[in-house]
């Protein structure tokens, strides 16, 4: 066989050639499928622009998917869902799909998943020989904690953030969706200590819509060598399905003798920060913001969310155009076995409007109120 194509036959340099063609194909088409339906579980989802799988426990519901094409049949082979970055391999059953039945559902079962946020692509392409394909970015939370390996990385899940601690020196805790990575400074009997190396976690409420966990940590200097205890630290950090926050009790032990605690959290980064008072540049000074209640840091790089940060305490700026969160007040004498508490709630967001609400929001529930 010879077949001789001009260039003005080709548009773009491409040809297709359908070599026993079945009589259901239709060539002229150039339209994808169509998303019809979508379902997690009883829940049906809107099948307008990205995808909002919901927020769901480790094992989500099977997800029920409805296609049709105008014009030709669908290609059962072709069905995805990816979540790029995470080794799933979901059960897709495409028993349904059948040529030359332009329509169909096929189903999807995921594996148990850990905490987090997870984005990715539901695909599915027609039998047309362009293989015309529907492409649907969609979004999965998982909320809860997981523990791992020995309880020395955890990992927590809001219906709208990820966190994770693991062993770093002095970074404990990070934002999965921007970076940001607060840590805790403390100084105890005279002695600068940073949390060195998980020593135990445990989950200490695991109710349907609030969790919590206990992370026990050493101490070591600001180079994370390991030094004498005068001290330990102790985070108790929760989540909640009616909030996207980390909510961080963070305690450091005075283990010595009777004597004077000093500790605060930082050092994070924005272009600049927002309070209720509207938008401030760094002073690149020690500075005292104040019990503002809330602060909007926004972020650096505008493919990033920035940072709200809620607490009663006391927030400040460094000499670095970073902010702190102090307590209240900044030294506090505290006998031998006892500890000193900074609380306070942090989240991805991209507006200091969506800060304050949440920080009304958190007030309405009351949940520092003893603080």
Known sequence: MLIQLAPSETPNGQATIVVNKPDWMVLDDEEAPLLLSLTVGEESIATEGDLDLGAHDSE??????????????????????????????????????????KSAEFTVKLPELLPGVYRGELSIADLSPQSNTL????TLKVFGISLGAEGKEVRLASPDAAYTIDQKARLPLLIAENGVSPYVTGQVAGSWVYPREILSSEITEDAPDRKVCRITMNVGDSSGKPIDQPGHYEYDLEVRKDSPCLIVRGRVFNDVADGTVYT????????????????????????????????????????????????????????FGTMLLYTVPQKIDTKKGASVETAFAIMPANSPEEVAAEAAHLAELGVFAQE
């Open 264 to 319: 605060f959290w930082g050092w994070l980064a924005g272009d600049g920060y927002d309070t209720a008072d509207g938008h401030k540049s760094w002073t690149m000074t020690y500075a005292s913001v104040g019990q503002v209640g809330w602060i909007y840091l926004p972020s650096k790089d505008p493919k990033k969310p920035g940072t709200g940060w809620i607490s009663p305490q006391d927030f400040g700026e460094s000499r």
């Open 60 to 101: 989500v519901p099977p997800i029920s998917v409805r296609v049709i094409d105008d014009a030709n049949p669908l290609d059962a082979k072709s069905v995805r869902l990816i979540f790029p970055g995470h080794n799933l391999h979901p059960e897709i059953d495409v028993s349904a799909i059948r040529v030359p039945a």
């Open 135 to 138: 492409r649907a970015e969609c």
